[in-house]
């Protein structure tokens, strides 16, 4: 049934950014975001996201915030939910979500459910093992499993519907050549019905399927309960900062202590304004830098210090920038 406003069991997330900028992707797809965007949430509602701590108040402010301010839960938009909104019903929920799992599944049923129908479908043992093994490295599961695809009536061992991808696990009776000439005869039907198939052998290395189909398959889940918010030295990657920004980062990660991570959106009344350009970390303290070279600079930096975070504009052309980076920690 649809949620309505008296009986709201369903939580709906969508993109702000037109098209989409691959955010609900990295959600399922990548293990650290859901506890992360937890932690995130925790400090936005005025708790310390490592010990729980209730701050009691938006940093920078005096005045306590019991249930909701506008620098955490208000907003303009959500005026008529004002009412119920309450961050002190946040921190047990937001808490276990930092050590969160996320586990997808294909269908609107939980992934449990959608796995034993799928296990349940297929014959061979060969077939149940490769069902087994994505789960357990909590990689996509296909849509279907021995469906018959309409107008060609081949029927792949597994299917994922929306990719438009059928697959086909070849056990040892497939080593002859009059099966071969079959499994090629049911490759160009499929193929001329617009889909994808692959094809591997019970003897192939699946590691190496698995690795060769990224976007389909997903990566394996990382385990989460290492922390996971603080990006070391190891984790950075170049290509997330403009090429005249990674010398700058570069040299920021080489710094003991200081832990970089790439631009987040910066969002206020529930508009996206724009990606800052980094957050910098140092012990307890947290900078925002925001690129002073770009047009939504002002906006951005005016609502991360209205959200109460440390805002250090910089320019990529700056001499020093790297001191003025690190000087700003000690202010
Ligand atoms: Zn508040």
Redesign the pocket.
């Given at each position: 049934a649809l949620p309505s406003a008296d009986d709201r069991q369903h939580i709906l997330l969508y993109e702000a950014a037109e098209g989409g900028a691959g955010v609900l992707r990295r959600l399922v797809e990548d293990a650290a975001t859901v506890p992360a965007i937890a932690r995130l949430a925790l400090e936005i509602?005025?708790f310390d996201s490592d010990s729980g701590r209730d701050r009691r108040?938006?940093r920078g402010a005096r005045e306590d915030?019991e249930a909701?301010?506008y620098?955490?839960?208000l907003s303009y938009f959500n005026q008529r939910d004002h009412r119920l909104l309450d961050?002190q019903l946040l921190p047990d929920l937001l808490r276990a979500w930092t050590q969160a799992t996320v586990r997808t599944s294909p269908a609107p049923v939980p992934r449990d459910n959608h796995l034993l129908r799928l296990l349940n479908l297929c014959q061979p043992e060969l077939e149940r093992t490769w069902i087994r093994k994505l789960d357990q490295a909590g990689l996509r599961l296909p849509t279907d499993a021995q469906r018959l695809v309409e107008g060609c009536r081949v029927r792949p061992d597994f299917l994922y519907q929306e990719d438009g991808v059928a697959i086909f696990i070849d056990g040892p009776p497939h080593d002859t050549p009059e099966q071969r000439a079959k499994d090629e005869q049911q490759t160009d039907a499929l193929e001329d019905q617009g889909f994808t198939v692959i094809r591997f052998g019970h003897g192939e290395d699946w590691e190496l399927i698995l690795e060769r189909y990224p976007t389909l398959f997903g990566k394996p889940a990382v385990p989460t309960n290492q922390s996971t918010a603080t990006p070391s030295h190891d984790e950075l990657d170049p290509d997330d900062f403009a090429a005249e920004w990674r010398v700058i980062v570069e040299r920021l990660v080489s710094v003991h202590g200081v832990a970089v991570e790439p631009g987040n959106e910066v969002i206020e009344d529930g508009r996206v304004l724009d990606l800052d350009l980094a957050t910098v970390r140092k012990g307890d303290i947290v900078l925002r830098l925001v690129d002073d070279g770009r047009l939504t600079a002002d906006s951005v930096a005016d609502a991360l210090a209205r959200q109460g975070h440390r805002v250090v504009r910089v320019s990529a052309t700056e001499t020093d920038v790297v001191k003025r980076i690190l000087s700003a920690f000690e202010e």
């Open positions: 509602v005025h108040h938006p915030c909701a301010c620098d955490c839960l961050r």
